[in-house]
């Protein structure tokens, strides 16, 4: 748990007042999570910004140090629904405890027709629609 842990609880940290600054930023856990992963990891994958996020719940993202900062990212590459949305995880709880992940590109996986059935319906044209859903920009090009 971060230094701010102790007095936010995960439920409030949606409602904390954000941004509040607690060390400098990086601050020193930061800073050595930072150096690990230069020591650990592949200098082919760049970072923007030395920012170590510990938790999220709503807007509000908590550093490993226990600053706060308000999320405007939109949780890149995936959905701006906000962290640890309940709905999202009860949603990510089910579908875990049914079956975490299977290739949808190499086998007819339920889940994925009936999600592009959903998006067909919803596409704002009078045309057949037909979906296709992928895990990242390059995949889509």
Do not use: K
């Not at 510990?54 to 405007?72: A, I």
């Amino acid at each position: 748990m971060s230094a701010a842990g102790a007095d936010i609880e995960l439920e409030g940290l949606a409602a904390a007042d954000a941004p509040r600054l607690v060390t400098s930023v990086p601050g020193p856990e930061a800073m050595a999570r930072v150096e690990l992963d230069r020591r650990v990891t592949s200098p082919s994958l760049p970072r923007a910004y030395p920012f170590v996020p510990g938790r999220g719940s709503g807007s509000v993202l908590e550093d490993v140090d226990g600053n706060l900062f308000l999320d405007l990212n939109a949780g890149i590459a995936v959905a701006s629904t906000g962290h640890c949305h309940p709905r999202i995880v009860e949603a990510v709880q089910q579908q875990a405890a049914e079956l975490l992940h299977y290739s949808a590109s190499d086998f007819y996986l339920p889940i994925y027709a009936d999600v592009c059935a959903r998006l067909d319906e919803m596409a704002p044209f009078s045309r057949p629609a037909r979906s296709f859903l992928t895990n990242s920009g390059t995949e889509a090009v």
